[in-house]
């Protein structure tokens, strides 16, 4: 659906800024020469709100959530819904 609605917009010329987790819209983008890609700079897994242009970043999502202290059994749950490539 995301790129779907993506593609859409960019067919009438829009300008869209989107972000995900989702590596198979990572991967699109890198094929598709309508799009550029940036990510987030981390370092010692904490974002130093850097934007890179030209690389796809990982998703820090699991060890921010650790950070921050979010109940472990909902950590546990995340680790368990997201699949390996997604890590």
């Known amino acids: 659906l995301a790129r779907a609605l993506i593609e859409s917009l960019l067919d009438r010329g829009a300008r869209v800024v989107a972000t995900t987790h989702c590596m198979q819209l990572k991967n699109w983008a890198l094929q598709d020469p309508r799009t550029e890609i940036a990510a987030m700079e981390y370092k010692s897994n904490r974002p130093t709100y850097r934007l890179i242009s030209n690389v796809v ?26 699949g390996e490539e997604q890590r």
Not at 61 to 82: F, G, H, M, Y
């Open 57 to 82: 970043g990982e998703s820090h999502a699991i060890e921010t959530a650790r950070r921050l202290d979010l109940p472990s059994d909902l950590v546990s749950r995340a680790e368990q819904l997201i």
